[in-house]
């Protein structure tokens, strides 16, 4: 066995004209909170999709605790819980619906996908609004829901896909507890982010991604390096340092002319 | 200042024209077309209108022809609320205005495109059509004014009062919905303008009676009464066309003053339900086989019920699947072999399962790791849909052979219907796999842009396989009905026709597994667009 839970080999995936990531090599370790970072635009999206199995590489390899994404899916589809940004869920189920949909999908008894979506229910608080239609959701509760169906089957690799984008600072913390009890028992989160207090807070190990290709990857203090804080460390690996917007804005403020 | 805002407001609404066209060139080809489509209608309603001058019933027609006009501007906003961006005020309320030059402004603004000149073009040709003499003629200038402003201050004030509704997530449920109502309305006016063909103009006589006091036809109407002489009736129709426009406009303004002014309401949370179902597994899930089977199937007949895109499709369906034999066989033109015409429409439904979950896809894909599991949810799929279909099919041969007395051919008609359904399961199941494609949850297009073709290929080349496909039943249909003594054999087409359609759709399901588990992240990327 290895002790990465996830290895990327030679990964690119162009979309016509635009190379969306240009040559990925990664090795994420397994059991730690492992955070992908990078701004608009730098291939987390589509790095995310094409681990998962969502998005079909132009070349490269993925293993995923140590099964091949591409040609061993029975292994890996059962092993690793999904969250992905910008795609729909099954909307007009409710909440509790869907999390039976999906658990039942994956092959687990009845009875005990209600007993696990009853207390994901309840540790999300999305009990009081377990019957009421997914589209009916806040941007927030449909993170929740999406997060409960992602670790329904107990995943050994979790990859959340921008997991706190437009949640509200009460969803964030429980979504955040949630997920440092699953990584404290051994499993692996995978989570893009471009909120670096957050990723600073929570991760472990970190990969930094600009213009799809990684900057710089390691633990939280090897990334962060001599630089005050990940934030610094980030702006100066992507390239966006001393840009200062003051000066040309002279008549911004000061009341209406 | 007034003047700024009209102006600006106009010049707004032809700058959103002109982008929209500046968008593609299929689609300016689309507008330019339809534009000349429209014209051409509106000219030649113009002339058929000016060379029924004398006719006797032409007063009641042109009356009714307004009243059908105002009809058709009241319901546009409901079916195509996002057509016209200037209708929506909400857009406009981050702006210093006040209501009324704003009113003022937007009704100016709604007297700008194709649809008010073509409206112009059917008034005009009213006008003409019953006026006679110079005082008629006169009238007539303001009759038409008024008829066109009345027109485009209801399709205002429709709009604001159901600005609300059209964006609130219920509304747009109801507004894909509302589509229905033109697809099966279609239909009656059809049957309905049969039966006036067959019984003439004199029908329209006592209801254009009552139609030429509604405003705004009764702006026409008191054309058609000066002609006549009758200057106080003229003057009460216009005075009505005059007082609709003006209540028309002020209850328009009342509306978009409390939009203006209060919160909107799209971003309010619906309020929940509690209680409504308590089990996750309601009754119907335990009529339902165990497992990824019973599974897929509960969920897609759910969507049946609660998805507004899918439950259109199936009303159509159903609507259609229904109208077409049962119609023809009341108009006696009927043959039982058309309520074959409901399982083939209902077998459409087959066609892009996939496009059906849009980018909910992914929740399937993560879950179908061989051909197996990809078999099964297709046949879940399948299953779900044959639960609606069969009874339904079956129902509708019956009923088409009832109305047309024609019993014997029962059984070979019905096996025909099993045997034209499973080919249609079976290459919908195909094509869902090989040519996957989105359909946009808003509004009424079911197909993304540049994907239009994959639909047609998917669509017209699968029914047109799914008939080859049937083939071996219905020559054997033929064959039994043109061989001597053959009708004594007829009945062995229903065990024929039952068994042939499931063979096939086994057939096809397991052709289709394969193709769907290899392909899984190519269908998410086809269905995820829009």
Request: hydrophobic share 50%; net charge positive.
């Amino acid at each position: 066995m290895t002790s990465a839970a996830v290895r990327v080999q030679g990964l690119w995936k162009r979309f016509g004209q635009q190379v969306a990531v240009a040559g990925i090599d990664l090795e994420l370790p397994a059991g730690k909170f492992i955070g992908l970072v990078g701004p608009n635009g730098a291939g987390k999206t589509t790095t995310l999709s094409m681990v998962t199995g969502l998005l079909r590489p132009d070349q490269g390899t993925v293993e995923v605790v140590g099964h091949d994404v591409w040609h061993d899916p029975v292994a890996v589809k059962a092993r690793i819980g999904v969250l992905p940004e910008g795609l729909r869920l099954f909307e007009r189920l409710s909440g509790r619906e869907l999390l039976a949909y999906s658990g039942r999908l994956r092959g687990l008894p009845g009875a005990e996908v209600d007993k696990r979506a009853t207390q994901l229910l309840d540790v999300l608080d999305l009990a009081g609004a377990q019957h009421k239609l997914v589209v009916d959701y806040s941007t927030g509760m449909r993170k929740k829901i999406g997060l409960a169906a992602a670790l329904l089957h107990n995943p050994e690799v979790l990859f959340l896909d921008e997991p706190f984008e437009g949640v509200d600072p009460v969803s964030a913390q429980i979504i955040r507890g949630v997920l440092e009890r699953y990584t404290a028992s051994g499993a692996t989160v995978v989570f893009s982010s471009h909120v670096m207090e957050l990723v600073e807070s929570l991760c472990d190990w970190v990969a930094v991604l600009a213009a799809g290709r990684i900057r710089a990857r390691g633990t939280l203090a090897e990334v962060r390096g001599d630089a005050p804080s990940l934030q610094q460390a980030f702006l100066q690996l992507v390239g966006a340092g001393g840009r200062d917007a003051g000066t040309d804005l002279d008549w911004l403020g000061g009341g209406a002319r | 200042m007034t003047g700024d805002i009209t102006g600006t407001v106009v010049r707004l609404k032809l700058s959103l024209l002109k982008n929209g066209l500046r968008q593609s060139g299929g689609r300016r080809a689309a507008y330019v077309a339809s534009a000349v489509v429209v014209l051409l209608f509106g000219a030649l309603q113009l002339l058929g209108l000016i060379a029924l001058r004398g006719h006797a019933h032409i007063d009641a027609v042109v009356v009714l022809l307004t009243a059908v006009l105002a009809l058709g501007w009241a319901v546009m906003p409901l079916f195509f609320p996002g057509g016209d961006e200037t209708l929506d005020p909400t857009r406009l309320v981050m702006l210093p205005l006040r209501p009324r030059p704003l009113v003022r402004a937007l009704l100016a603004a709604s007297l700008v495109g194709i649809g008010p000149l073509f409206t112009l073009l059917l008034l005009i040709g009213s006008t003409v059509a019953v006026a006679h003499g110079g005082a008629a003629y006169a009238v007539g200038v303001v009759a038409v004014v008024l008829a066109l402003l009345v027109c485009v201050a209801l399709a205002r004030a429709v709009a604001a009062a159901n600005i609300r509704l059209l964006t609130s997530r219920r509304g747009r449920d109801l507004a894909v919905l509302s589509g229905l109502v033109v697809a099966i309305g279609a239909q009656l006016v059809n049957f309905g303008a049969q039966r006036l063909g067959s019984s003439g103009l004199a029908q329209l006589a006592p209801v254009g009676d009552v139609v030429r006091w509604l405003p705004p036809a009764s702006a026409i109407g008191a054309v058609r009464s000066v002609s006549e002489g009758s200057y106080g009736i003229a003057a009460a129709q216009l005075a009505l066309a005059a007082g609709a426009l003006v209540v028309l406009i002020a209850v328009w303004a009342g509306h978009l003053t409390r939009l203006m002014t209060s919160p909107d309401g799209s971003t309010l949370q619906a309020d929940t339900t509690p209680g409504r179902r308590e089990r996750t597994s309601g009754r119907m899930a335990r009529l339902l086989p165990a497992g990824r089977t019973g599974t897929v199937m509960e969920r897609s007949l759910r969507y049946v019920w609660r998805d507004p895109k899918t439950k259109a499709a199936w009303v159509t369906s159903l609507a259609i699947g229904l109208i077409v034999p049962v119609f023809n066989a009341l108009q006696g033109t009927g043959s039982v072999y058309f309520a074959c015409f409901a399982a083939g429409m209902l077998g459409i439904q087959m066609y892009n399962q996939f496009g059906q979950d849009t980018s909910a896809f992914w929740m399937v894909a993560t879950t179908i790791s061989s051909a197996h599991d990809a078999y099964v949810e297709l046949r879940g799929r399948a299953l779900a849909l044959l639960v609606i279909t069969l009874p339904y099919a079956t129902l509708v041969t019956v009923l088409t052979t009832a109305m047309l007395d024609d019993w014997p051919r029962l059984p070979e008609v019905l096996g025909l219907s099993f045997a034209l359904l499973g080919a249609m399961l079976a290459t919908g199941a195909w094509t869902s796999a090989r040519f996957p494609y989105s359909i946009p949850q808003e509004g009424y297009k079911n197909v993304a842009p540049g994907q239009t073709g994959l639909a047609w290929i998917s669509i017209f080349g699968g029914m047109v396989s799914a008939a080859l496909l049937s083939s071996p039943v219905i020559a054997v249909t033929i064959w039994v009905n043109v061989v001597e003594d053959g009708d004594s054999w007829s009945w062995v087409l229903l065990p024929l026709g039952a068994a042939y359609g499931a063979a096939i759709t086994w057939a096809g399901l397991r052709l289709a597994a394969p193709r769907t588990a290899a392909r899984l992240p190519e269908i998410l990327t086809a269905v995820s667009k829009g």
